[in-house]
């Protein structure tokens, strides 16, 4: 599921925090799902805001 919204979103090798929120928030995912999946995949996330993506 993940998979499939970055790859409707355009996302491959990095993604910034906002758009890691309004991702989740389009396609229902929980964010730390979504810092999970960045993390176990080498998707490096940028400008996190409240260190919720580590």
């Known amino acids: 599921m993940i998979r499939a919204a970055f ?3 355009g996302i491959t090798t990095e ?3 906002p758009e ?3 991702i989740a928030e389009k ?3 929980p964010k730390m ?3 999970r999946y960045c993390n ?3 998707v490096k996330i940028k400008a996190c805001q409240l260190g919720c993506f580590r």
């Open 7 to 9: 790859e409707k979103e």
């Open 15 to 17: 993604i910034k925090c």
């Open 20 to 22: 890691a929120f309004a």
């Open 27 to 29: 396609y229902g995912i």
């Open 33 to 35: 799902e979504i810092s």
């Open 40 to 42: 176990t995949k080498g």
